[in-house]
């Protein structure tokens, strides 16, 4: 078990978790059926629901006022010089399907275009991730202020494929190898858990809703991010394996 410490949380990551826990709050009292409802195709391109839009209301009262706020459901909120992109509820269908592997994405850009803050929280087990500039990666829990390094499984046994259904191929070669995987459905999420498991893989196109915040806690891993795929691993050689296999896969694919 990794050493806690309480250590100090600045302003806007500890707005964030605020938002977080308020979240949380809501969903432990259990879903009402505003939660379910659809509304409208959000700034991602996915169909909004009462639960992403509820979180994203939380997230714009605990963050506005740290500057204009980028959302996955709603497009630009408000004004101001940073930018912060958030993905309200990444991984909305597990939740609204009961399934626990969901949570937030929030990832802080300042004037400066520098991306100085990132927080991912899995609202199912309560865990979050984050990181401020010039500072570790750190792991916790809502409504703790114990926070240590991010725990890591050498021996990790599973990777992540995430959208592994849309490429049989890959699957398929992943089988091969032995490389045996997970598809749980909520990337910023997995991005998060990548030093507990074997590797990381997305394949296909991405938005920065998505990445922004979990791309920056893989800090200190073997990080490939091109414009067809994204690779994260502790291995260098097994990141290295996975692009060989990925790069020949979409060749076939676009012969």
């Known amino acids: ?38 509304g409208n195709v959000g700034a991602g391109g996915d169909v909004s629901s009462g639960l992403d839009l509820l979180a994203e209301e939380i997230f714009v009262k ?36 009961l399934f626990p592997y969901f949570g937030t994405s929030v990832a802080r850009i300042n004037a400066d275009g520098i991306l100085d803050a990132a927080i991912v929280c899995n609202l199912a087990s309560r865990e979050i991730f984050f990181k401020e500039a010039g500072e570790p990666v750190f792991q916790g829990k809502l409504f703790s202020t114990d926070y240590y390094p991010p725990r890591v499984a050498p021996n990790a046994e599973i990777g992540l494929f995430e959208k ?39 394949v296909g196109p991405y938005r920065i809703y998505d990445f922004a915040a979990g791309i920056a806690l893989c800090e200190g891993l073997e990080v490939i991010v091109e414009e067809d795929y994204v690779i994260v691993s502790k291995d260098k050689e097994i990141a290295q394996k996975l692009e060989v296999l990925v790069k020949a896969s979409l060749v076939a694919a676009a012969e």
């Open 62 to 97: 605990h963050l506005g006022k740290f500057g204009r706020i980028e959302s996955e459901e709603s497009g630009v909120i408000g004004e101001g010089d940073a930018t912060i992109i958030i993905d309200p509820i990444d991984g909305s269908s597990n939740a609204l399907s």
């Open 1 to 38: 078990m990794p050493e806690k410490s309480s250590i100090f949380v600045g302003p806007f990551l500890a707005a964030s978790i605020s938002a977080n826990e308020e979240i949380a709050r809501i969903i432990e009292r259990g879903y009402t059926e505003s939660h379910f409802e659809k």
């Open 164 to 202: 592994a259904y849309a490429h049989p191929e890959i699957v398929s070669n992943l089988t091969q190898m032995g490389l045996k995987f997970r598809a749980p459905g909520a990337v910023a999420l997995s991005l998060a858990y990548a030093r507990t498991v074997g590797y990381l893989l997305y």
